[in-house]
Each structure stands twice: as C-alpha cells, then as structure tokens.
C-alpha cells in the first residue's frame, strides 16, 4: 500500500511523453552530461572514471549528427589530449 505523501504514478502519462522525446536531443543531452563528468573526473585526477567517461561519449559520438557533432568531436579530442596528460604525468 502507498503511503499517503507519495504522488501517484502516471504510468502511461509517463510512457506518452517518453515517446515524445527526440533520440537526437537525448543523446545530445546525454553526451554534455558525460563531457561535464569527464572533465570533473580528470581535475579530480579520478583517471579511470575519467577514461570511462571519454568511452562512453566516444561510443556516443558517431550517433550525433551536424554542428554539435562537430563540437562533440572537438570536446572528445580535447579530453582525449587532457586524459593522455594526466595519465603520463
């Protein structure tokens, strides 16, 4: 049973506007996330999230399309270059 301060879940509310999402615009969303992350995880010297971080959007890069591909490609090879810094330091 629910506790009474707990809103009820629209399920199929929840499932209508999921669907409405642009996968483009998820990923683009999803790749920021894990470029600001990776960036956090190299100025904390956390190099094997950080690796995993730059994985990650590596993985997501060739799904983007158009100038913020282009700017994902930028951002990609410079923490690629600030990973490769830190890890022969």
Known sequence: MAEADEPEVD???LQQQLASFSVEQFLISAASTIASLAYAKLERE???QAKKAIDA???LAP???GDLAADL???LTKLQVAYAEAASA
Do not use: H, N
């Open 11 to 13: 399920i199929e509310a």
């Open 46 to 48: 956390d190099l094997p």
């Open 57 to 59: 959007l590596a993985a």
């Open 63 to 65: 799904l983007l399309e």
């Open 73 to 75: 490609g930028v951002v």
